[in-house]
């Protein structure tokens, strides 16, 4: 026997309620990419509260619109006491997947992340390591995933926090490239003794965050944060 139950319209009108705010919350989730001045979109996360990129930066110009000088030649590189990028091992097929490396000059100018963002300080990175647990596990959260870009054995990998770190290598300053696939620096704001710049650093064997200062003539990668 089929007992039909007639639900009254208050329910029905509360279930539809439900239904729609459920959906702007999801919607309020979904997080809008940012442009930078070349046209280029960025997928974005928030994580407490704090919006990143989760991909690294790859302009060639300045949000005022002024070219960033590409540097290819490691002479050239080498002797810059002003502002410079390159793709990794000067190889522009790894744009899209890692971005550009930028000097420590570039960072200094504050003008490299589109408006209304800007490239995090020292603190910033300080206040998301502890944000994701402490230093020693941050930088697993922070990792893809896998193995599709890391080697193995991408200790404690599993992008939690939504950062989708890559091993995007590094430019040392006298202009040879090393490490991708092992490992990324990201540039912070900050800058410390001499003519150096904070980092934070991600490396395949370790879950770790670290950060360190560097000579503004080597070249990193940038994540932007939301100001």
Request: glycine fraction near 10%.
């Amino acid at each position: 026997m089929i007992i039909k139950v007639k639900i009254p319209p208050h329910v029905l009108i509360l279930a539809g309620l439900l239904t729609i705010m459920t959906g702007c919350r999801k919607e309020d989730k979904t997080l809008d990419p940012v442009v930078d001045i070349d046209g280029n979109a960025y997928k974005t996360v928030n994580i407490n509260s704090r919006i990143w990129m989760n991909e690294n930066l790859r302009t060639t110009r300045y949000n005022d619109g002024r070219d960033i000088p590409l540097t290819a030649d490691a002479d050239n590189w080498n002797n810059l006491v002003s502002d410079g990028f390159c793709w990794y091992n000067n190889d522009a097929s790894n744009k899209d997947t890692y971005g550009a490396l930028y000097n420590g000059y570039a960072i200094v100018t504050g003008n490299l992340c589109p408006a209304g963002w800007h490239v995090p300080s020292i603190e910033e990175w300080r206040e998301l390591s502890t944000v994701l647990g402490d230093s020693a596990t941050a930088g697993g959260k922070m990792k893809e995933a896998g193995t599709d870009h890391w080697l193995s054995p991408n200790k404690g990998a599993d992008n939690s926090s939504g950062f989708n770190g890559l091993p995007s290598g590094i430019r040392y300053f006298e202009g040879t490239f090393t490490s991708i696939q092992t490992y990324t620096a990201i540039w912070s704001s900050t800058e410390s003794v001499g003519d150096d710049l904070w980092s934070a650093g991600l490396y395949y064997a370790e879950s770790g965050l670290t950060m360190n200062h560097k000579s503004k003539k080597y070249g990193f990668s940038v994540r932007c944060i939301k100001d």
